[in-house]
């Protein structure tokens, strides 16, 4: 069962600003402990003019937002912290995990505001003009999610360590984020459920109500970085080497997301095929291209072998998720029945020269736009 959190609004809301990076303006309040943020994308995308139809990519339209970072610098010295670095679709996508339920945004639209209609489902075509509303949840973990009482009290963010805890958002362009290149025609951002104004992200602090709880003793990182597959290692392997993970740390889980990558925007799920467009996801089950069993070794050791839909499988039972996962998506999660402290993966001892932790794979018929975002969320102790 969770700890009961206070649920407040942060005053400022944060303006889209195309291809930029955003600050929170004054960053996030340092009086009170934090579990999560919750971010709140809304806006309206209206369609005029338009020649030649062209499919809505498969995230969209959590793919305005290209990245979130929260980080800080520790007030009483001792260098900096970034907690969280992903981008914005495997936020999404992380709460839907950590919350199991199907969040508003990709998979299931928001009602729209006045004058306006529903945000298209994810790769159908473009076929006619319109306003578009479309609302989109993210959740930045700062505490564990879906873990045991203990692990998620003794993780809950301190922010008052920092001399000023920052968030930022950086954001896409906007058509090339939400429409595929095939689409010709007149586009606009506007506010949501008006024709003025700019799309908005709002922001949610979440607060734990219980006095002296033993917070701070897990300091916990959500990180991802993107990897190129189809040409390095190669388009057919079998048990070979993808990367090297960062040892140090303990290990909760390691999110895969395999996927054709968009020519003109990295990390972004591309849209392919004639209409009705497919998926750029890559499925990977020894019959589709795509990563197909998952090999995670220490020292030459094999810890963790399974196969793709397997590991999906495995990860819809660990996180209570009904639904399917989403394609492209698996979750190799060491945190058995949310236990992090007991089970994770611990790599303390293993950041000397000469370690190493490395995932390996099997795969099949990558083509060279064929990338992965390793997400890694892992946790370190806090000397008390």
């Known amino acids: ?17 195309a291809g930029n990076t955003v600050p929170l303006l004054n960053g996030l309040p340092r009086n009170l402990p934090l579990t999560r943020i919750m971010a709140v994308l809304e806006g309206r ?6 020649a030649t139809s062209g499919a809505f990519f498969p995230e969209a339209p959590s793919t305005l937002i290209r990245r979130f970072q929260i980080s800080g610098t520790k007030a009483t010295g001792g260098g900096s912290d970034t907690l969280i670095n992903i981008r914005g679709e495997e936020a999404h996508r992380l709460t839907q995990f950590y919350e199991s339920y199907i969040p508003v ?7 729209p505001g006045v004058g306006g209609t529903a945000f298209p489902t994810p790769l ?6 319109g306003s578009f509303d479309f609302r989109c949840y993210y959740e930045l973990p700062l505490s564990y999610r879906f873990a045991s009482i203990q692990d998620e009290v003794a993780s809950v963010t301190d922010p008052s360590i920092y001399s000023q805890p920052d968030l930022s958002v950086s954001f896409g362009t906007g058509q090339a984020n939400l429409l595929d290149s095939t689409f010709a025609g007149t586009t606009a ?11 908005s992200v709002r922001f949610y602090r979440y607060n734990p109500l219980a006095s002296k709880l033993p917070i701070g003793r897990m300091r916990v990182f959500h990180s991802s970085r993107r990897l190129t597959v189809g040409v390095t290692p190669g388009a057919t392997f079998a048990d070979t080497k993808i990367t090297d ?3 140090g740390r303990f290990i909760r889980a390691l999110m895969f997301r395999q996927y054709n990558e968009n020519a003109a925007v990295s990390g972004q799920m591309d849209a392919t095929g004639a209409a009705p467009a497919t998926s750029g996801a890559l499925i990977g089950d020894n019959s589709n291209p795509g990563i197909y069993r998952w090999r995670l070794k220490l020292n030459g050791y094999e810890i963790a072998r399974m196969f793709q839909p397997d590991l999906q499988e495995d990860s819809r039972q660990q996180f209570d998720f009904d639904a399917l996962m989403p394609q492209g998506y698996s979750l190799l999660d060491f945190a058995a029945r949310g236990f992090v402290s ?3 993966l611990d790599t303390r001892g293993y ?4 370690t190493r932790l490395e995932l390996n794979g099997d795969a099949l018929s990558l083509a060279a736009n064929a990338v992965m975002d390793l997400c890694q969320i892992e946790h370190e102790l806090v000397a008390q």
């Open 105 to 111: 945004g990709v998979s299931l639209a928001a009602l």
């Open 351 to 354: 950041a000397a020269v000469g």
């Open 45 to 50: 995308l209206t369609i005029s003019g338009q």
């Open 189 to 199: 951002l506007s506010a949501f459920g008006s024709a003025t104004g700019t799309p």
């Open 1 to 17: 069962m969770p700890i009961r959190e206070q649920r407040q609004e942060i005053a400022t809301t944060m303006a889209f600003s």
């Open 124 to 129: 159908t075509q473009a076929s006619a003009n």
């Open 342 to 344: 007991g089970t994770g």
């Open 245 to 247: 993970i960062q040892p």
